[in-house]
């Protein structure tokens, strides 16, 4: 069996992997692309852990990155490994010592929070760096949950009443959306239209994934979101904004229909947190938690660093 089999095999006898690394996930995001795993194990060959990786190349590099729209990857363990830190440390080596003969140029992924990985990788040469997201893990009462948001994100609900939320967007129609919205702000989409299709089918069929709209009395959307699931948590994956109705209150509308879908799966919600200092605001007004996590990196060859700088200096249009 390849690892990849293996892997599968491994994730269907798991009580928990996240959604970000299972199969299915990756056979999405990574369509058109080469996708793998690196397995660790103990001396029976039975797998401790994991690592399901997008491998890319440019020019003579090979390097790991996160996938599209995937927020979140790394290794993962299971359970009874996790609460043994030498387990943890026993995998992390395997999996590092397997990096270290694919002869790679960089590597580069984002770690669950609360990663026992991410202290064991760093021990052995990764620089890992803090990062945010923001979370909410109590929605048992909705009044309580919309009493901790700012005077601000209530004011704006209030603004809101005269909107409908719609769920059940066609996902083309998301990705117009989307793709209007960042036109408006001057920006442009970052996936492609095949890309959402193939990511939202594979997650329909699972029974993962919802679009919701927040919608003017004629139907015209102000304001939307794709959200995924699994069995811990619901995450705000894509959300979009017409810049053209800011001031209707969408957006906070748009935050609290998603938190209630999340109460109706009985899982927590995750706002994908973003590092940007106004994403980070506006998600902290909706009572949510910042919740660090941490991504590992390693330039295995210094050369590959110059060459990403060259390639941002020539989109930038500086030479």
Not at 164 to 177: C, L, S
């Amino acid at each position: 069996m390849t690892n990849k089999e293996r892997y599968i095999e491994w994730v269907s006898q798991q009580e928990y992997v996240p959604i970000y690394m299972m199969p299915w996930w990756m056979d999405a995001v990574c369509a058109g692309k080469m996708w793998d795993v690196l397995l660790a194990e103990d001396e029976q060959g039975q797998i401790l852990g994991a690592m399901p990786y997008l491998l890319r190349r440019r020019a003579w590099f090979k390097y790991i990155i996160m996938p599209q729209e995937t927020p979140i990857g790394g290794i993962w363990v299971t359970a009874d490994t996790t609460a043994d830190k030498w387990k943890t440390a026993e995998v992390c080596r395997q999996i590092k010592e397997q990096l270290d003969g694919m002869h790679l140029a960089y590597y580069y992924q984002k770690y669950m929070p609360g990663s026992l990985c991410v202290d064991a990788m760093r021990g052995l040469g990764f620089k890992t760096q803090e990062r945010v997201t923001y979370r909410v893990d109590d929605l048992s009462d909705l009044e309580t949950l919309v009493g901790s948001f700012s005077k601000n994100k209530r004011r704006q609900l209030q603004k809101a009443q005269v909107l409908h939320v719609e769920r059940g967007m066609n996902p083309e129609d998301f990705y117009r959306f989307h793709t209007r919205c960042l036109l408006a702000r001057k920006r442009q989409i970052s996936y492609t239209r095949e890309f959402l299709l193939v990511l939202e089918r594979k997650a329909r069929r699972l029974g993962q994934c919802e679009f919701i709209s927040i919608c003017n009395a004629d139907g015209q959307p102000y304001a939307a979101a794709f959200l995924v699931w699994d069995q811990h948590y619901l995450y705000y994956l894509i959300p979009a904004y017409d810049p053209a109705f800011n001031d209707s209150g969408a957006s906070a509308l748009l935050a609290l229909e998603a938190m209630k879908l999340a109460r109706e799966k009985h899982v927590h919600f995750d706002f994908e947190g973003s590092m940007e200092k106004g994403i980070a605001e506006h998600y902290r007004q909706f009572g949510s938690s910042p919740t660090k996590y941490y991504s590992v990196e390693k330039y295995y060859k210094p050369i590959f660093r110059l060459a990403i700088w060259w390639q941002k200096v020539r989109e930038m249009g500086m030479w």
